[in-house]
């Protein structure tokens, strides 16, 4: 047991705000900023790739098309080619699958390294979110799940408190500096400005010190 306290007195006296988000990543309240990896040049180039050969493999399929005597069935004729291409995008996506994957985890050891006493995140309405069919494909590459799985286990080892914040807790709408609460804050306003106390600030910054402040019910 004396492991366990030793670890809980290195943590600092700080409460982390965690915003996740489209744009980047994660935006911490300690200022820290983790970007979206599939913004990167890597990432874009592996998806181009896996775009080209999954256009290539239907156009070999519309190609090796064969419409069976008297029926209306197709059959198809898989060739040695559209094999070789199969197997090629299936690296692809291991490839993007893995540096998604690796970066989640980096990410989350580093917000981890900080030592904050507790971290606050917001519970995502993912599969709300995937339904938006704009966004769905850019909510699922930055592997919200993985993230809060990952951000879990890893502050439970450190003695680290996790809170999860109610899902409608308005982290976005509340000025960080009075608390007034924005009601019509839209989706596109990436400057939080305050109608009462005049503060202007980044509006995933003031989320996630707005997230770092909560205070559990």
Request: aromatic fraction near 6%; charged fraction near 35%.
């Amino acid at each position: 047991g004396i492991e366990v306290n030793e670890k809980k007195e290195e943590l600092t006296n700080i409460s982390l705000g965690i915003d996740l988000g489209l744009k980047e990543l994660a935006i911490c309240s300690d200022g820290k900023i983790f970007k979206n990896i599939n913004k990167t040049k890597k990432v874009k180039k592996l998806e181009k790739r896996l775009k080209q050969k999954q256009r290539q493999i239907s156009r070999k399929y519309e190609i090796n098309k064969i419409k069976k005597e008297g029926g209306e069935r197709c059959q198809f004729i898989k060739t040695k080619n559209i094999k070789k291409l199969e197997n090629t995008t299936k690296l692809i996506y291991r490839k993007l699958a893995n540096i998604r994957n690796n970066y989640i985890h980096q990410v989350t050891t580093s917000i981890v390294k900080t030592k904050p006493y507790r971290i606050v995140i917001e519970d995502l309405n993912v599969s709300g979110m995937m339904k938006n069919k704009h966004l769905s494909d850019s909510v699922k590459k930055q592997c919200f799940h993985k993230f809060r799985q990952y951000i879990t286990y890893k502050s439970e080892l450190n003695g680290i408190e996790l809170v999860v914040a109610d899902r409608f807790y308005p982290s976005s709408k509340t000025c960080n500096k009075c608390g007034f609460i924005k009601k019509d804050l839209k989706l596109k306003d990436r400057v939080y400005r305050c109608p009462h106390c005049g503060a202007v600030i980044d509006r995933d910054l003031n989320a996630s010190l707005n997230l770092s402040m909560y205070k559990l019910a």
